[in-house]
């Protein structure tokens, strides 16, 4: 199992920035790929961005050249560093992280709120 923790969101003004981070416990060993998701009201859930065991990175086309993702292997988590934030970029943010054997693991969510 592995157990995953959000943190960091909350409220933004247009054009500022949030760092969310995503602290794993457990058999984080057998992770192969870290991701970052949003879901706003009446929308689906979809991929912001992801980081692979190797470091690969890849990421949403509304998102790219504003957001990056990184992690720290000494602590055990994942960031989002989200820059020029929008309206649109509004949502919970959930961290997913998925097994070697692929097995998908989420946090419980975190709330980001773009608004002057």
């Known amino acids: 199992q592995v157990r995953l923790v959000e943190s960091g969101g909350g409220l933004v003004q247009p054009g500022g920035s949030l760092r969310l981070s995503c602290a794993a416990s457990?058999?984080?060993?057998?992770?192969?790929?870290t991701g970052w998701y949003r879901q706003a009201p009446g929308k689906q859930r979809e991929l912001v961005a992801e980081i692979t065991s190797d470091g690969s990175t890849n990421y949403a086309d509304s998102v790219k050249g504003r957001f990056a993702i990184s992690r720290d292997n000494a602590k055990n988590t994942v960031y989002l560093q989200m820059n020029s934030m929008k309206p649109d970029d509004a949502a919970v943010y959930y961290c997913?992280?998925?097994?070697?054997?692929?097995?998908?693991?989420w946090g419980q969510g975190t709330q980001v709120t773009v608004s002057s």
């Open positions: 457990g058999f984080i060993s057998n992770i192969n790929a």
């Open positions: 997913k992280a998925v097994s070697r054997r692929g097995n998908g693991y």
